[in-house]
């Protein structure tokens, strides 16, 4: 999968917006993939599309041009990881993303015994010798299982945060007439919201951020998911970065 990074004149990064099957549209139009806010750019300027593990980019008729590497393309054009696109004030790269490693922890309900220490090789240990060892040996395994549980507890703090503010969006949003859906479920595990997007296929978007897997696969993940109908599912390590990118989604849609 590829990412398009989206930087100002000066090479800042402003934006980051997934590249997957569906051709991402460039333009001023508020319902472009990808908008560009200013009055050089084309309402609809310029689309890139993945193919295979390239990338294809097509001008697509506009007043002041698109440039690669400094150069006006007048046809379809391949793009490659390190090329740059210029597009008025803006310049565009791509990211080559690796596939997702989500953490995994296991958290065993009840731990087993740590395993005795082995006296050396050949030699004798003291009772006092084989007390110090096994001390050391349980409070190892006890550090290792405190560690996954401290790991754990904070996911689910920061998860809870997450909900907290979502919840205030939802309330920020209710009677948005582009936003006919914002629910969060009982348990607080599913966060789902429903768009107005003329360019989708039945004429919205669904969006869906939770910490399980939408079809219950991978539960010894500690991961948030995120997923757009009619696109590929991406995980986040960090509650707070998964949000960030649901709300850029929102956002998207609304601008």
């Known amino acids: 999968m590829w990412t398009v990074i989206l930087c100002d004149a000066q090479g800042r990064e402003l934006r980051r917006q997934p590249l997957g099957e569906a051709p991402l549209v460039v333009g001023r139009g508020k319902d472009r993939g990808l908008v560009l806010d200013s009055p050089a750019v084309s309402r609809q300027h310029a689309r890139l599309r993945a193919q295979g593990s390239e990338v294809v980019v097509e001008d697509l008729g506009s007043a002041n041009g698109t440039l690669l590497n400094g150069r006006r393309i007048e046809r379809a054009a391949t793009l490659r990881e390190g090329d740059e696109l210029r597009i008025a ?4 790269r791509l990211q080559r993303d690796a596939a997702p490693q989500p953490q995994r922890i296991q958290v065993p309900e009840q731990p087993p015994a740590p395993a005795a220490a082995e006296p050396p090789a050949g030699g004798w240990s003291s009772a006092s010798e084989l007390l110090l060892e096994q001390v050391k040996s349980i409070r190892s395994f006890r550090d290792e299982s405190r560690s996954g549980d401290d790991r754990l507890a904070h996911f689910e ?4 945060k997450v ?12 009677d948005h007439p582009r936003v ?3 629910g969060i479920s009982r348990n607080q595990r599913e966060i789902t919201v429903k768009l107005a997007d003329p360019a989708a296929k039945r004429g919205h978007a669904y969006l869906i951020l ?14 948030v998911w995120l997923r757009e109908f009619g696109e590929p599912d991406l995980n986040y390590d960090q509650p707070a970065e998964a949000m960030r990118h649901f709300v850029q989604r929102i956002a998207s849609r609304l601008a």
Do not use: C, I, N
Not at 89 to 92: E, N, S, T
Not at 210 to 223: A, F, I, N, V, W
């Open 89 to 92: 004030d803006f310049l565009l």
């Open 157 to 160: 703090q920061e998860w809870d």
């Open 163 to 174: 909900v907290a503010s979502m919840r205030e969006l939802q309330q920020q949003l209710r």
């Open 180 to 182: 006919p859906q914002f």
């Open 210 to 223: 939770s910490p399980e897997h939408p079809e219950g696969k991978y539960r010894d993940q500690l991961t």
